[in-house]
């Protein structure tokens, strides 16, 4: 059982035990070995804590400048930290959207904040940002110093990018010896058509007016930071850049290496173990539609259980297919089809439908033979 999450209704967890929980009910013989899943966004520390990191819990800095706390998952070498639980939307005070307010220093103090426990390897988890302030929030609270035109130091926002006069990085925390891993699901530049602003500053709630200030500011802070002696132009071409509204390209400042969200977080949870000896996989999350294909978690999941074969548990089907075959997917189930109501928008009725599905599946299970059965047969 190796689901994401369904984004606004349940934990990848929660899902896993809704659906075996029907299994069971159907079948109590069933064997489930349970494996939340995530690729880098919300949930990312979930899925760590679950396979046996502990958690440190940290107060920090929210994107619009209220106190909060976020939980680091550790396991003695590696930290797990994400951008969701410290700079991303579902931190903003009663949902309010904030593209030009918003800054990533709750990011930075628990990058900081792990740093103390010395790890050898971080992993940032860079899905689900609120804020479109090229990293600069995170710098700040890793020791970088922002100073307007009048000497005044300040940390800045999206929309107060293009204020920084200079830079000073000697103050920097020393990450000399720590392997920093940026967990990444896009392949966007920092700048341009493509870019952070332009591409995800709607979605944080930016209107055509904000994009170009943002953009603007952008394109400020990179010539500030290459100023101050950075590789800033070079890095912000690169695919990944503009992840997290350029904490990608702040990341890749500070020496992290970019890495495929789904792919690496299969490997750190150890999905290939899990799977051994598994006659059946069934994932989910809560859409499945064309972002699906073009390589999140589900399908990079897929290939991998191959030979296992996958059933896929959705909250919705956009792609109104019951199969992906060519994908190692042999179902589809989605609870948009089993009811008129919204279940993203209600967990219960979500519970419900995925313990009805689990029940669904288990009766459409070949029962598997026992050894004893099979020697008769031979």
Request: aromatic share 4%; proline share 7%; net charge negative.
């Amino acid at each position: 059982m190796a689901p994401d999450k369904f984004k606004g209704s349940l934990t990848a967890g929660q899902v896993a035990q809704h659906l075996a929980e029907g299994l069971h009910e159907s079948d109590p013989g069933i064997e489930v070995r349970v494996l939340p899943l995530a690729d880098g966004g919300d949930g990312s520390v979930a899925a760590a804590l679950g396979t046996g990191y502990r958690p440190v819990t940290v107060p920090v800095t929210g994107p619009t400048g209220h106190p909060a706390t976020t939980t680091i998952a550790f396991d003695g070498t590696t930290a797990v930290v994400e951008v969701a639980t410290t700079a991303g939307l579902q931190m903003l005070p009663a949902g309010r959207l904030a593209p030009r307010e918003s800054s990533s220093i709750g990011f930075g103090q628990a990058i900081r904040a792990a740093l103390e426990h010395r790890p050898a390897r971080i992993v940032l988890a860079l899905g689900g940002s609120a804020t479109t302030d090229g990293g600069a929030g995170m710098l700040s609270a890793l020791g970088a110093v922002f100073t307007d035109r009048s000497g005044r130091p300040f940390t800045p926002t999206g929309a107060t990018l293009d204020r920084i006069a200079d830079v000073d990085l000697t103050r920097m925390v020393d990450l000399e010896g720590v392997e920093l891993i940026a967990a990444i699901d896009v392949d966007n530049p920092l700048l341009g058509p493509n870019g952070a602003a332009a591409v995800y500053g709607p979605q944080k709630g930016a209107t055509p007016d904000d994009v170009e200030v943002l953009e603007s500011g952008l394109g400020a802070l990179l010539r500030r930071l290459w100023e101050a002696g950075w590789p800033a132009e070079a890095a912000a071409g690169v695919p990944g850049a503009g992840a997290a509204g350029g904490l990608g390209w702040a990341a890749m400042l500070m020496g992290a290496r970019m890495v495929s969200g789904a792919g690496f977080f299969l490997d750190l949870l150890d999905f290939d173990t899990e799977v051994a000896g598994c006659d059946l996989v069934i994932t989910g999350e809560g859409k499945l539609d064309t972002q699906t294909l073009a390589g999140k978690l589900p399908l990079v999941m897929a290939r991998r259980a191959t030979p296992v074969p996958v059933i896929a548990v959705v909250g919705h089907n956009a792609l109104g297919v019951d199969n992906l075959p060519i994908h190692g997917i042999k179902q589809v189930h989605a609870l948009s089809a089993m009811t008129e109501a919204d279940s993203a928008s209600d967990p219960e009725l979500s519970a419900a439908l995925l313990r009805e599905t689990g029940r669904t599946i288990a009766r459409t299970l070949a029962p598997v033979p026992s050894s004893t059965e099979t020697a008769h047969a031979l």
